[in-house]
């Protein structure tokens, strides 16, 4: 109830539009991600191998790269109950336009700045190998399982972790 309560928080500060409270929720939002990852590794560690923890995985990996992508200044669909209210960036050219005071901004509008400035902070960046590691161990030991091994919801997981890897450039070390 502490995590829903704080994230309540950070995303009635996040309603008005400003970017250091947008931030703060999706930084947010990674960590409780972190947080369920690490539990969902820990219930796998103990012999917890069915299809609930299967389909776990796969809403977390879902969050997961909506975060990720947010994060990094990409327009994500919304993964879960928790959509960042507006967008992370701005439009360069229209300082307090209506768009900004809508909340929402069209799919065509992106910030524009170079590939390497769309890259996790180190804190961000570390706490997303952390969930990256505790996803791709519970999906190693979910594939063990025959009947979950082959399953349509497995592939899902691994591609959507595997496209998350490239978002957020989790195959490098921080700050490379």
Not at 108 to 127: F, G, K, M
Request: aromatic share 6%; glycine share 6%; proline share 6%.
């Amino acid at each position: 109830m502490n995590w829903a309560r704080w994230l309540d928080t950070l995303r009635d500060s996040a309603r008005g539009g400003e970017y250091a409270a947008v931030q703060a929720l999706a930084k947010g939002k990674l960590r409780f991600i972190l947080r369920r990852s690490s539990l969902l590794r820990d219930k796998a560690m103990l012999g917890q191998l069915h299809h609930p923890q299967l389909a776990e995985a796969q809403a977390l990996c879902q969050e997961f790269e909506q975060v990720i992508g947010e994060l990094t200044g990409r327009v994500m669909p919304p993964a879960d109950e928790w959509p960042l209210p507006v967008r992370l960036y701005a439009p360069e050219n229209t300082p307090g336009s209506a768009s900004k005071a809508s909340g929402h901004r069209g799919l065509h509008e992106r910030r524009h700045v170079p590939t390497r400035q769309n890259r996790l902070d180190a804190v961000s960046q570390s706490e997303a190998q952390q969930v990256y590691g505790c996803l791709r161990l519970v999906l190693r030991l979910l594939q063990q399982q025959v009947n979950l091994a082959e399953s349509p919801a497995m592939q899902q997981a691994n591609d959507l972790l595997a496209r998350t890897v490239k978002l957020g450039y989790l195959d490098s070390e921080p700050g490379a």
